[in-house]
């Protein structure tokens, strides 16, 4: 099931941070690494290297159920939040989703400007496109 799609890309950013924001991104990479968990432990991991609110996580943690990015069941007492998909998966997702609206934009993508961000790739990250590219041919 494919719910998420990307709406905006700061270019600016790095990672994941480009499409969410860096809370988004902390909260999601916290329950890749953990699994499932409640608002209260994600809140006290995030609290250990700043200051947020209950409230705060809570209401992003739903932000991101809302966007199909995690999701979240009834626990014992408490809700309990998961991703919805891995990091590979949503990597993939942004990328197509990326890619494919980039090169369907008459007005923005251009030829030349792809050769010449080819350019500024190293031999190897040049090798590994062009073998994926042909991989799909």
Do not use: P
Not at 92 to 108: E, G, P, T
């Amino acid at each position: 099931m494919r719910f998420f799609k990307t709406k905006r890309v700061e270019i600016q950013r790095q990672g994941l941070e480009k499409i969410l924001g860096a809370l988004e991104t902390d909260l999601l990479e916290y329950l890749w690494d953990k699994g499932e968990s409640t608002a209260r432990c994600v809140c006290d991991h995030l609290n250990r290297s700043r200051s947020i609110s209950f409230n705060a996580v809570n209401t992003v943690l739903n932000r991101l159920v809302d966007k199909g990015i995690l999701k979240r069941k009834h626990g014992d007492q408490q809700y309990l939040f998961g991703a919805s998909y891995s990091k590979a998966e949503l990597t993939k997702i942004v990328s197509q989703d990326i890619f494919s609206s980039l090169l369907r934009d008459k007005k923005l993508f251009s030829i030349a400007g792809f050769t010449e961000a080819l350019n500024e790739l190293s031999t190897d990250e040049r090798k590994t496109l062009l073998d994926a590219i042909k991989s799909k041919t």
